[in-house]
């Protein structure tokens, strides 16, 4: 009877330790591929969001500055007084966002 059941024992563990083989090799194949999908897949397309200014174009972000930077130079050189000057200043960095969104909304 002992006998039996040692026999039978070591069937199950011979069929358990195939079913891990088995396994193994299947979560083998699955890693390999994986690994090969993530080196073909190119790395420059990746954008990450809550970047500042995530989503505009370099071009758009190279944009805003410039004209903003212009904005405040002609302010700077064409109004005489300081405190009117400081005041559009920082009025125009107030409003800046708002027209960022009205002109290069990309919703239409």
Do not use: F, H, N
């Not at 026999?7 to 330790?17: D, N, P």
């Not at 190279?62 to 009025?91: E, H, Q």
């Amino acid at each position: 009877m002992s006998k039996e059941r040692a026999r039978l024992r070591a069937v199950r563990e011979a069929e358990r330790e195939r079913e891990k083989a088995a396994r193994a090799r299947k979560v083998g194949r699955r890693e390999r591929r994986r690994a090969l999908l993530r080196g073909l897949r190119p790395r420059w397309q990746r954008r990450r969001t809550g970047r500042l200014l995530a989503r505009r174009s370099r071009a758009e972000r190279a944009g805003i500055v410039v004209l903003t930077l212009a904005v405040l130079a002609s302010i700077w050189t064409l109004v005489p007084d300081p405190a009117l000057r400081v005041l559009l200043m920082v009025l125009l960095l107030l409003v800046l966002p708002a027209i960022v969104v009205i002109a290069l909304d990309r919703r239409t």
